[in-house]
């Protein structure tokens, strides 16, 4: 998972995540992304896929003002 320019890893699993899959690599330093970079927001629009809702639902807050539940797509190369 990518965040600004940092590498860290991210652990989740069930809900339809492939077993015992790696998604993405860091360069040979660990210190940038070298291939699929995930964003924050896209694993939580993940998380939601999962759970059958659609990231991009719109609620609203409590000045009844629209907002996206997540602006960004879910990554479905994690599910198997």
């Known amino acids: 998972m990518i965040i600004g320019l940092i590498v860290t890893t991210a652990l989740i699993a069930g ?3 492939q077993r015992g899959a ?3 690599k860091s360069d040979a330093t660990a210190s940038s992304p070298a291939e ?5 927001t896209q694993l939580l629009a993940t998380i939601y896929h999962a759970l059958g809702i ?7 807050n409590h000045l009844n ?4 539940l ?3 797509d879910p990554v479905t190369g994690l599910f198997g």
């Open 54 to 60: 659609n990231p991009k639902t719109t609620i609203y």
């Open 65 to 68: 003002q629209p907002r996206e």
């Open 22 to 24: 790696l998604y993405g």
């Open 70 to 72: 997540v602006q960004a």
């Open 15 to 17: 809900a339809g995540i």
């Open 36 to 40: 699929n970079p995930v964003h924050p």
